[in-house]
């Protein structure tokens, strides 16, 4: 079973910090790496995906790939209480299978 | 609007029934999936199904079964075999392959609880 993990949190953070989230994969011919958000009690929603070694930015989130290290991180910069929420990683592993996700962090932003 | 329509909302079963969750989109998405989520957790697969009338089974499969009889449903069933369904179920679907492939869109959810 190809692992995905991620610290449980919470995660608290002040209001305006940036907030760093992080998560590890075990298979090395991991190609995709996605992040989601998921409010409590909805469905998770799409951050942001890359697919390449180094940083992709998109607003105040930035992502952040090392294949070599098998670590992806997730940063929001001027964290907002409204970004508390649970953030799931997920990796498509090789051969193309389907999303496999991590536990989840929970953030905590406080005002 | 495109999107994926999940029902019911919430959903009560008795021991011994089985229950149908219902997944629609009109996404236009080849590929259709079933997760489940328990608190605290992350999402596991349950069955996957990357054309019609073709379907896989994903990592908690046992006591669960699906049909792709049409391009835009692929309903789940809870059989009573599934010893622990209370659980939060997310369908979802992607294109397979070009821009935006494997890009999950989820639907709304159905939460199932059994008394």
């Known amino acids: 079973q190809k692992e995905v993990e991620q610290n449980s949190g919470p995660l608290s953070v002040p209001e305006g910090a940036i907030a760093s989230l992080n998560c590890t994969y075990s298979?090395?011919?991991?190609?995709?790496f996605f992040w989601y958000r998921q409010y409590s009690g909805k469905s998770p929603e799409l951050i942001m995906f890359?697919?390449?070694?180094g940083d992709k930015e998109d607003g105040r989130f930035t992502a952040q790939l090392n294949k070599a290290s098998q670590y992806v991180s997730l940063l929001i910069r001027d964290s907002q209480p409204s970004d508390s929420a649970t953030y799931l990683c997920?990796?498509?592993?090789?051969?193309?299978?389907?999303?496999?996700f991590g536990k989840g962090t929970r953030l905590s932003v406080i005002a | 609007d495109g999107g994926i329509t999940q029902s019911p909302k919430y959903l009560f079963r008795k021991e011994g029934q089985n229950v149908t969750l219902s997944c629609e989109q009109n996404?236009?998405?080849?590929?259709m999936y079933w997760y489940r989520q328990d608190p605290g957790q992350g999402l596991r697969l349950i069955y996957y199904?990357?054309?019609?009338?073709?379907?896989q089974k994903g990592d908690i499969a046992e006591g669960y079964s699906v049909s792709r009889e049409k391009k835009e449903s692929f309903p789940l069933t809870v059989t009573s075999a599934q010893k622990n369904p209370t659980a939060f179920y997310l369908c979802?679907?992607?294109?397979?392959?070009?821009?935006?492939?494997?890009?999950?869109?989820f639907g709304a959810g159905s939460r199932l609880t059994v008394l």
């Open positions: 979802a679907s992607s294109i397979p392959r070009g821009a935006g492939a494997n890009v999950l869109t």
């Open positions: 298979d090395r011919g991991s190609q995709s």
């Open positions: 890359i697919y390449s070694n």
């Open positions: 997920a990796v498509i592993n090789a051969g193309n299978t389907p999303l496999v």
């Open positions: 996404l236009n998405h080849d590929a």
């Open positions: 199904s990357q054309i019609v009338n073709d379907f």
